[in-house]
């Protein structure tokens, strides 16, 4: 059964940093690996969807890498900004089509 | 585009009643839709996955007797709470796939929140 783990479960810095959320999974053999974002009381935002032949995906100030052989991706957040706070969250999806989701990262970059 | 909605966004009832969430695809056809459920500070839980024209396939311990889904065409499905209890208060959240083909990228709806009393 996959399970998503995500570290940190929260996480607080100051405007302008770098930072990195992880996410790992327990079967590698998935399908994509997607980030959302979710603001309070609200529904999700995609961010970036790496599919597990590729490496890494980048938009804007977000990108994120995949180490399928490891279980391991990253989202690394440049010159963070007060309107990044929100939790964000790490989907694997296997060739069910299903979505298995981790708790979130819930980030909030501080003025 | 890929828009997914929602109906209703927020949602209060009383217990024992039933409830009805809709979920349609706006700017395409969506083979597969998923229903999801959140309860506070948790992370989403699959509860059913269904296909157009046929039965919905429920996740391990989801009572498909108590949530009921329709997935009537390809652009709207369904999930009736029935006999409501406050223990089903929670965010519901579908989701919408293009699909058949790969990369099966989901398109989520912005949410319902029920409450019931």
């Known amino acids: 059964k996959q399970e998503v783990t995500q570290i940190p479960a929260a996480l607080s810095v100051p405007e302008g940093e770098n930072l990195v959320l992880n996410c790992s999974f327990t079967d590698s053999a998935i399908y994509n690996l997607q980030w959302f974002r979710q603001d309070p009381g609200k529904g999700l935002t995609s961010l970036l969807l790496?599919?597990?032949?590729?490496r890494e995906q980048t938009s804007g100030r977000l990108n994120a890498s995949l180490d399928k052989s490891s279980g391991r991706s990253t989202l690394y957040i440049a010159a963070s900004q007060p309107g990044d706070s929100a939790t964000y969250l790490c989907?694997?999806?296997?060739?069910?089509?299903?979505?298995?989701f981790g708790k979130g990262t819930k980030l909030t970059v501080n003025p | 585009g890929a828009v997914v909605s929602q109906h209703p966004s927020r949602v209060i009832c009383k217990s024992g009643t039933s409830v009805k969430i809709e979920c349609r695809s706006l700017d395409f056809q969506a083979t597969t839709m998923f229903w999801y459920r959140q309860f506070p500070k948790q992370s989403l839980m699959l509860m059913a996955t269904?296909?157009?024209?046929?039965?919905?396939?429920?996740e391990q311990g989801v009572e498909k007797d108590k949530f009921l889904i329709n997935h009537a065409s390809l652009t709207l499905s369904t999930l009736t709470v029935t006999s409501a209890h406050p223990e089903d208060s929670s965010f519901y959240i579908c989701?919408?796939?293009?699909?058949?083909?790969?990369?099966?990228?989901?398109?989520f709806g912005p949410g319902t929140r029920l409450t019931v009393t």
């Open positions: 989701s919408a796939s293009k699909g058949p083909s790969p990369p099966y990228e989901q398109y």
């Open positions: 269904s296909n157009e024209g046929s039965k919905a396939t429920y």
């Open positions: 989907a694997v999806q296997g060739g069910s089509e299903k979505l298995v």
């Open positions: 790496i599919q597990s032949s590729q």
